[in-house]
C-alpha cells in the first residue's frame, strides 16, 4: 500500500513557540492531503484540506492564521502550529489522496508546556 | 454532509469468537466506504473499502464488509478473531469521485482475549 510519513513523531516546545510539521507520500503524489487532530477517546476531526499549489481548506472553528498549512509539492504538505499554547497539545495526523482512498501518516503528538 | 454512526464503542471477545461491528452512515448520493483499523501504537490502516460493485468486500486479515443500500450499513465482519486483533476501527464514508474529504465515525475499541 501507499506510505505516508510524518515528521516529528513527537515534540514538546515552550508556549508561544511555533512547531512545523512535515508530511510526505513516499511512494505516490498525492495534489491533496488532510490534516487532522485525534482527541483522546474520541474520532478524528478533519482540520483543514492542503491542495498543493493553492490555499488550503479549513473546517469551520480551525484558525487558519493558527494553523499555517503549505502544500509546495506533490510529495510534501507542511502544518506549522504558530504560537502555541497548551491547549493545542493534541496528535497531529496526515493523509493523503490516492486512487479515491486516503492513506494515513502514523501521526505527531505535540506537547505544548 | 454525510454523518457515520458506529454503534458499539468498546467490544471484548474471547479468541475464536466472531466479530461483527455495526456502521450506519447518512447521505443522499453514493458513496466510497471504509473501515481503518488502528492497532496499538500504530497509525491508521486501511482494512479495506468499498466504491461498487459486489456489496461483500474482503479486506486484509480475514476481514470482510457488506454494504447494505437500503440499509445505509456497511458492518465489519471476521468468522474468528485473534488476539492480534486487539485495535480500534473506525468506519469512514466519503461522497464518490474526486478528492472529497472523508467522515469518520468515533471507532470502536475491540479487545480480544486470550
Known amino acids: 500500500g501507499a506510505v505516508v510519513s510524518q515528521h516529528p513523531s513527537r515534540v514538546i516546545c515552550k508556549s508561544g513557540t511555533s512547531v512545523k510539521i512535515e508530511c510526505r507520500s513516499l511512494?505516490?503524489?498525492?495534489?491533496?492531503m488532510f490534516w487532522y487532530r485525534q482527541f483522546p477517546k474520541k474520532s478524528l476531526m478533519l482540520m483543514a484540506t492542503?491542495?498543493?499549489?493553492?490555499?488550503?481548506?479549513?473546517e469551520q472553528g480551525v484558525e487558519k492564521d493558527k494553523f499555517l498549512i503549505n502544500h509546495a509539492s506533490l510529495t510534501l504538505s507542511t502544518l506549522t502550529v504558530t504560537s502555541a499554547h497548551p491547549e493545542d497539545s493534541s496528535f497531529y495526523i496526515c493523509?493523503?489522496?490516492?486512487?479515491?482512498?486516503?492513506?494515513f501518516g502514523p501521526g505527531t503528538r505535540l506537547l505544548v508546556l | 454532509a454525510q454523518s457515520v454512526s458506529q454503534h458499539n464503542h468498546h467490544v471484548i471477545l474471547s479468541e475464536a469468537a466472531s466479530l461483527e461491528l455495526g456502521c450506519n452512515y447518512s447521505y443522499g448520493g453514493t458513496v466510497n466506504l471504509f473501515w481503518y483499523v488502528q492497532y496499538p501504537g500504530q497509525h491508521l490502516q486501511l482494512l479495506l473499502k468499498y466504491f461498487s460493485g459486489d456489496p461483500l468486500v474482503k479486506g486484509i486479515k480475514g476481514f470482510e464488509a457488506e454494504f447494505i443500500k437500503s440499509k445505509f450499513s456497511f458492518n465489519l465482519r471476521k468468522p474468528s478473531v485473534q488476539w492480534s486483533d486487539t485495535a480500534e476501527y473506525f468506519c469512514a464514508v466519503t461522497p464518490s469521485g474526486g478528492y472529497q474529504k472523508v467522515t469518520f465515525g468515533i471507532g470502536t475499541k475491540l479487545q480480544v482475549i486470550p
Open positions: 493523509s493523503a489522496h490516492g486512487q479515491e482512498t486516503q492513506y
Open positions: 511512494d505516490f503524489q498525492a495534489t491533496t
Open positions: 492542503s491542495n498543493e499549489g493553492s490555499k488550503a481548506t479549513y
